[in-house]
């Protein structure tokens, strides 16, 4: 089972409780901490491929001014 499944299996578990043990929180408190985590390299990644992006774009102006001369 993946850790995406678990988490979420987790989640919905806690949601439906009345009540917490500690283990139950413990759990929430590591599905949010990964949550956060990924949305962090998410966002991350986004602007490397923005950045990415603009190097290509300056590999090719390069590329055409150095075929010009």
């Known amino acids: 089972m993946g850790r995406g ?12 409780l009345t009540e917490c043990s500690k283990e139950d929180v413990e759990r929430l408190r590591e599905i949010f901490s990964s949550a956060r985590m990924y949305f962090d390299l998410y966002f991350r990644l986004q602007d490397f491929r923005k ?3 603009r190097v290509e774009k300056l590999k090719a102006m390069v590329a055409q001014l150095t075929a010009e001369r």
């Open 51 to 53: 950045v990415k992006s």
């Open 5 to 16: 499944k678990r988490w979420t299996d987790a989640f919905n578990r806690i949601c439906d």
